[in-house]
């Protein structure tokens, strides 16, 4: 029987994945579809009009002049209440997102000098909304507040607009910020769902590739001659489509939606490359581990599901309990994005994303693995003899 050449191998690798609409759709339809869909719940880029909630108790032309400066603010619009227990409620039935409430003479409490209180109560549990609607509020308000100690100063004699705004604030703060300086969280958000989700289907891809093969083949055929060359077929027909896609995913962010990117291009690639191997690598060795599916994909999901948790990027890595980050050590996804944050922000060089590229690398070291495990499947000659003469 004549041995299959390595073309003729990749050829016949690709006649099964073909064949199984599964994985086919996870190399070249699902992910895509996946990105489309979350570019399209993010798309706005920046949050506008969060409703707030305002129970005006004073009713006086201070007190709405403030919420008019509330509702100068592009990221809140104002709602008003005649009570608190309405705005309590629509607070927490998460109409609103936050609660305002100017207490009563508070135009005359301000007139005599004093410092009323306004209260704002706001929702913390979603988290970037919470804090866009913080920021907005205290925002306005002080800029309300210089706007009011302004004219107070102008009342006591300073008859010169900018020494009484100059008297106001002593002291102005001129806050650059360095990176996403639009504050778009779909330029945070989106560039790190995508890998995660990519790395889903990476991991699902290799283990799938390995069930099929085991279904329609066997183990102790498909790697009964040239396991080593069978499975590096397996590996490269899975790779150019994966690799190709994370290439199209990091080309649209920048290129069609114009976000920045300040380091080199061929560094993200070849991660992007290594994290591929890294991914069919882990689910190659899930199946070999079972030989069975279902136990597989329930390992898979467990594996890269909390991937986005771990990246670091909703939460900084370095405050992360030791068990936590011993988790995000072992996803290729987060090794990745530091290394895409460091290309698409800082500009790093080659050898300070050598850390990265080679914590990816490693994960290749499981393909060694792999191929132990799909040899023990395969009988030895000396066990075929053994057969064959009973």
Not at 199 to 204: F, K, L, P, R, S
Not at 262 to 283: D, E, K, P
Request: proline residues 4%.
């Amino acid at each position: 029987m004549n041995t299959p050449t390595f073309a003729r191998m990749v050829i016949n690798e690709w006649k099964l994945v073909s064949s199984d609409r599964w994985l086919s759709a996870l190399l070249c339809v699902l992910p895509i579809v996946l990105f489309l869909l979350v570019w399209a719940i993010f798309s706005s880029g920046t949050a506008r009009d969060l409703p707030i909630g305002v129970v005006d108790m004073d009713n006086s032309a201070m007190s709405r002049a403030l919420v008019r400066y509330y509702d100068a603010s592009p990221t809140i619009s104002t709602t008003q209440f005649d009570d608190t227990q309405h705005a309590s409620a629509s607070l927490n039935s998460a109409k609103t997102f936050a609660t305002i409430v100017i207490p009563e003479r508070f135009e005359a409490a301000v007139m005599r000098g004093e410092s009323p209180d306004v209260t704002a109560f706001y929702n913390s549990q979603y988290i970037l909304i919470g804090k866009l609607v913080s920021s907005a509020i205290t925002q306005s308000q002080s800029t309300f507040s210089a706007m009011v100690e302004t004219k107070v100063n102008m009342l006591h004699g300073t008859t010169i607009t900018a020494q009484a705004a100059g008297q106001s604030v002593p002291v102005r703060f001129q806050l650059v910020p360095l990176f996403n300086s639009g504050t778009n969280y779909a330029q945070f958000l989106v560039s790190a769902i995508i890998p995660a989700l990519w790395q889903i289907a990476i991991v699902a891809s290799g283990m799938l590739s390995m069930a099929l093969t085991d279904k329609r083949i066997g183990f102790e055929h498909a790697f009964a001659n040239q396991a080593l060359s069978a499975l590096t077929a397996k590996f490269c027909c899975l790779l150019l489509p994966l690799w190709l896609m994370g290439i199209a995913f990091a080309l649209s962010m920048h290129l069609s939606l114009g976000w920045p990117m300040n380091g080199s291009w061929s560094i993200v690639f070849a991660a992007q490359g290594l994290m591929v191997s890294a991914g069919l690598a882990i689910g190659a060795l899930l199946y070999s581990a079972t030989r069975n599916v279902v136990r597989a994909m329930s390992l898979v999901a467990g594996f890269t599901a909390p991937a986005f948790a771990f990246m670091g990027v909703s939460f900084p890595a370095t405050d992360m309990p030791f068990l936590a980050q011993c988790w995000r050590a072992i996803l290729p996804a987060s090794h990745y994005i530091s290394l895409q944050i460091g290309q698409f922000n800082y500009g790093a060089t080659l050898k300070q994303a050598a850390p990265e590229l080679g914590a990816l690398a490693a994960f290749s070291a499981l393909w060694v693995i792999v191929l132990l495990k799909v040899k023990r499947t395969v009988p030895s000659k000396h066990d075929c003899g053994e057969v064959a003469a009973k």
